[in-house]
């Protein structure tokens, strides 16, 4: 039980890093066959490659809020089994 806020802090700093390492990275672009579909005038390829890239920009958004709200989460845990432990 002693170990419990420390493990919860050294959580919340790992999801904090790995949600800053993240967004350091670019969001999903549009790909070469997106944009040869695009010239093309090939519309349904288009609209089928353009939702596959909205929903991979929304897994990243979802996937960053998850990991920093996680991190808050796991702080609070953290420091209300702070008194706890001893």
């Known amino acids: 039980m002693r170990f419990l ?3 919860c802090l050294l959580l ?3 999801m904090l ?3 800053f390492a993240l ?3 670019d969001a999903p ?3 070469i066959e997106l944009h040869r579909a695009r010239v093309e005038g090939d519309d349904d390829f288009r609209e089928v490659l353009e939702a596959k890239l909205e929903q991979r ?3 990243r958004s ?3 809020f998850c990991l920093f709200g996680g ?3 796991m702080a609070l845990a953290a420091f209300a089994t702070l008194g706890r432990s001893s």
């Open 29 to 31: 672009e549009a790909g």
């Open 17 to 19: 890093i790995a949600g």
């Open 57 to 59: 920009r929304m897994a």
């Open 62 to 64: 979802a996937l960053l």
């Open 23 to 25: 967004w350091s990275v």
């Open 71 to 73: 991190s808050a989460m």
């Open 12 to 14: 919340a700093l790992a």
């Open 5 to 7: 806020s420390p493990l």
